[in-house]
């Protein structure tokens, strides 16, 4: 196809359009097939990496250095700790992070790459096992390599079978199953992410508790059950959380008044219920959460009962904490 600058005619994008829908149907069919082949080599490499004392080491060149580096990185995200080694840095002294508890793991779609194969001779010596990933078997570094993971694509998706696409797409996936498969087998769990990501809107979601929320204006409003609603409200004035929790004379936690239950109570009633009793108005039995309980999921428990305030109770039931909506947001816990 000739060059063409410029804008590109309605009878062009056309084209572009539907080889781009290609692309991509095209890549999907390279990594449903590679699940197909997972086969014994990948059974062994779970087992020989989970034996294993040491770190993974991955490396490769151009695109497969890329690979190399996300790979690395998802697994290390996920519990098994991974580095990447720039393949011209190796060989210039590199290698030393290498020790015989490792295993490296090499890329390369021909299996003919010279920077990795001229890193074999030296992992060997240190004593490190090497793993590679590559769709030639047959390939010189396959044929030096303790274990070898096959990555076949029949064709690239690019449209002269020429740049790396769907080689790329399917090393990547199968590098992201051996990683979820490491994952599954060391038993991750939500808590063990959120230690791997403490940083951003994931780790606060993950990390951040009820406690820490707590700190925000360190207020436990509360009135006795024998207490009026006048005296309720003084206490919601002066604690600012609109809401004030209601205890028996155990101190445990038997109702919630919020300043929307007085209003409403205002309205419906004829007579000042400033003087009444607080169980007049409370809403009893209210739902409650633990300091312990993550943010998040107090957020999710006030929006499901489109509630705003939500008392925090030890495990005797007595307060020591009011959660307010705004509060949740403002930690940016959604």
Not at 46 to 61: D, F, H, N, P, Y
Not at 100 to 128: C, N, Q
Not at 219 to 225: A, T
Not at 258 to 269: F, L
Request: glycine share 8%; hydrophobic share 40%.
């Amino acid at each position: 196809m000739e060059n063409k600058s410029g804008r590109p005619d309605e009878v062009s994008l056309a084209g572009a359009l539907e080889r781009s829908r290609q692309v991509l149907f095209d890549e999907a069919e390279s990594v449903r097939k590679l699940s197909e082949s997972i086969d014994g080599s990948f059974r062994r490499a779970l087992e020989k990496i989970m034996a294993s004392s040491g770190r993974m080491q991955l490396t490769g060149v151009g695109k497969s250095g890329l690979i190399a580096q996300k790979i690395a990185a998802t697994m290390s995200s996920t519990g098994t700790p991974a580095y990447f080694i720039h393949a011209g840095e190796a060989l210039h002294g590199d290698l030393g992070m290498v020790t015989e508890d490792d295993i490296v793991l090499a890329i390369s779609y021909s299996g003919e790459t010279e920077e990795l194969l001229k890193l074999v001779p030296a992992v060997k010596r240190i004593g490190a096992e090497l793993f590679v990933l590559t769709s030639n078997p047959a390939s010189t570094l396959a044929d030096r390599a303790d274990l070898v993971l096959e990555n076949t694509v029949e064709e690239e998706a690019c449209h002269l079978d020429l740049a790396p696409t769907s080689s790329t797409t399917a090393a990547l996936a199968l590098g992201d199953a051996l990683a979820m498969g490491l994952a599954y087998l060391r038993g991750l769990d939500s808590s063990d992410f959120a230690l791997y990501h403490p940083g951003g809107s994931l780790g606060r979601r993950l990390l951040t508790t009820v406690d820490d929320v707590l700190e925000i204006r360190q207020q436990n409003p509360r009135v006795e059950d024998e207490a009026t609603v006048q005296r309720a409200l003084f206490v919601m004035t002066d604690s600012r959380m609109g809401s004030t929790s209601v205890i028996d004379e155990k101190g445990e936690l038997v109702g919630i008044i919020t300043d929307g239950d007085v209003r409403r109570a205002v309205r419906n009633e004829s007579q000042d219920l400033l003087q009444e009793n607080v169980q007049r108005v409370m809403t009893p039995s209210p739902i409650s959460v633990q300091p312990d309980v993550l943010a998040a999921e107090a957020l999710k428990l006030m929006e499901n009962r489109e509630i705003n305030h939500l008392p925090v109770t030890d495990e005797e039931g007595c307060p020591v904490g009011m959660l307010n909506f705004q509060d949740l947001l403002r930690a940016r816990v959604w």
